[in-house]
Nanobody
Framework: QVQLVESGGGLVQAGGSLRLSCAAS????????MGWFRQAPGKEREFVAG????????NVADSVKGRFTISRDNAKSTVYLQMNSLKPEDTAVYYC?????????WGKGALVTVSS
C-alpha cells in the first residue's frame, strides 16, 4: 500500500513559478519510479514528467520541456515538480503517481491556477 500526498498548489500569475511536492509513505520509496500528471477542466489526464528510482533519468512532456523540472529526495520520500514560466494553459489539477506491484497509485491532486 502506498499513500501519496501532494502540496504546493495555488494561484500564480503567468510567468511565475510554483513548486509541487509529493510525499510518499507505505512502501520503499527509493525503489520506484515516480511521475506527475495533470488534468485540466474538460480534458483528459496527461503525463507531465517522470523520474526513475535513482533520480538519474527523467522525462518531461514536450509541452513543459524547458520550464518544468522533476526531482526527488529519497531520504525524504518526496518527489518535486518545479514549474517555471507558468502559462494559463498550465492550469490543472496536478497528480502524483507511482506504480508498485502491479497497482497504480495516485494522490488526491493539487490545484494549480495560472492567471493571465
Amino acid at each position: 500500500q502506498v499513500q501519496l500526498v501532494e502540496s504546493g498548489g495555488g494561484l500564480v500569475q503567468a510567468g511565475g513559478s510554483l513548486r509541487l511536492s509529493c510525499a510518499a509513505s507505505g512502501s520503499t520509496f527509493s525503489r520506484y519510479a515516480m511521475g506527475w500528471f495533470r488534468q485540466a477542466p474538460g480534458k483528459e489526464r496527461e503525463f507531465v514528467a517522470g523520474i526513475f528510482s535513482t533520480g538519474g533519468t527523467t522525462n518531461v512532456a514536450d509541452s513543459v520541456k524547458g520550464r518544468f523540472t522533476i526531482s526527488r529526495d529519497n531520504a525524504k520520500s518526496t518527489v518535486y515538480l518545479q514549474m517555471n514560466s507558468l502559462k494559463p494553459e498550465d492550469t490543472a489539477v496536478y497528480y502524483c503517481n507511482t506504480w508498485v506491484g502491479g497497482v497504480d497509485y495516485w494522490g488526491k491532486g493539487a490545484l494549480v491556477t495560472v492567471s493571465s
